[in-house]
């Protein structure tokens, strides 16, 4: 089976500050790795993806996550958070076994709050 | 490239009707899927078509719940005997891959 864990419910920085958010993956092959990002009232918008490539992956707007197998990790970073950064992030795993066709699993979502 | 769109955005019924969502996939794309997503929850895998065939059900798609995609275009799911617990935000994904979906405004739905 495959799951993701969001770690924290809630996060707050303050404009100019580093943004992390963390997920941990479980899957019992490997991961295709996804970041997605939701404003209010909207759909998600994919932020960047991991498909076995490079394990350091830019996406938009400024972030970029690392994967780590060692850690079963794919944390999403950025350097300086922006308010318009503020929104729920989502982060993703796609189900690719047993007849399964590429749906995905999400964690339970991150609220980031940036404070100015 | 227009994206994908829902129709209506959103849906207020009462306990007991029937509604109907719709989905406009980016053209070419063959795969699409339907998502839930509850308040404070991230979304829910519900089915998924490729083309015109509906290849894949969660379990969560009870028998109120069907699903079409005629002719592999637009897509339709169809709640029948709307309870509240059915109260959510319905999400369409389209896809021309196993890799990248791409995500429709949502439909949210509201049963009183």
């Known amino acids: 089976a495959q799951s993701v864990t969001q770690l924290g419910s809630h996060v707050s920085v303050s404009e100019g500050a580093l943004v992390l958010l963390r997920c941990n993956y479980s899957?019992?092959?490997?991961?295709?790795l996804f970041w997605y990002v939701q404003y209010p009232n909207q759909g998600l918008q994919l932020l960047l993806k991991?498909?076995?490539?490079?394990?350091l992956v830019k996406g938009i707007n400024g972030f970029e996550a690392e994967f780590k197998k060692s850690e079963t990790s794919f944390h999403l970073t950025k350097p300086s958070a922006h308010m318009s950064d503020a929104a729920e992030y989502f982060c993703?795993?796609?189900?690719?076994?047993?007849?399964?066709?590429?749906?995905?699993?999400f964690g339970k979502g991150t609220k980031l709050s940036v404070k100015p | 490239d227009t994206g994908v769109s829902q129709d209506p955005r959103h849906k207020i019924t009462k306990r007991g009707q029937n509604v109907t969502f719709r989905c406009d996939p980016i053209?070419?794309?063959?795969?699409l899927y339907w998502y839930r997503q509850t308040l404070g929850q991230g979304p829910e895998f519900l089915t998924y078509?490729?083309?015109?065939?509906?290849?894949?059900k969660s379990r969560l798609l009870s028998d109120r719940f069907s699903a079409e995609r005629p002719k592999g275009s637009f897509s339709t799911l169809e709640i029948q005997r709307t309870e509240q617990g059915d109260s959510a935000m319905y999400l369409c994904?389209?896809?021309?891959?196993?890799?990248?979906?791409?995500f429709g405004p949502g439909t949210r739905l509201t049963v009183l």
């Open positions: 053209s070419e794309h063959n795969r």
């Open positions: 993703a795993v796609s189900v690719r076994y047993g007849g399964s066709q590429g749906n995905l699993i």
């Open positions: 899957s019992s092959v490997p991961p295709y």
């Open positions: 994904a389209s896809s021309p891959n196993v890799d990248t979906q791409y």
């Open positions: 078509f490729q083309n015109e065939a509906q290849l894949e």
């Open positions: 991991y498909t076995s490539a490079a394990t």
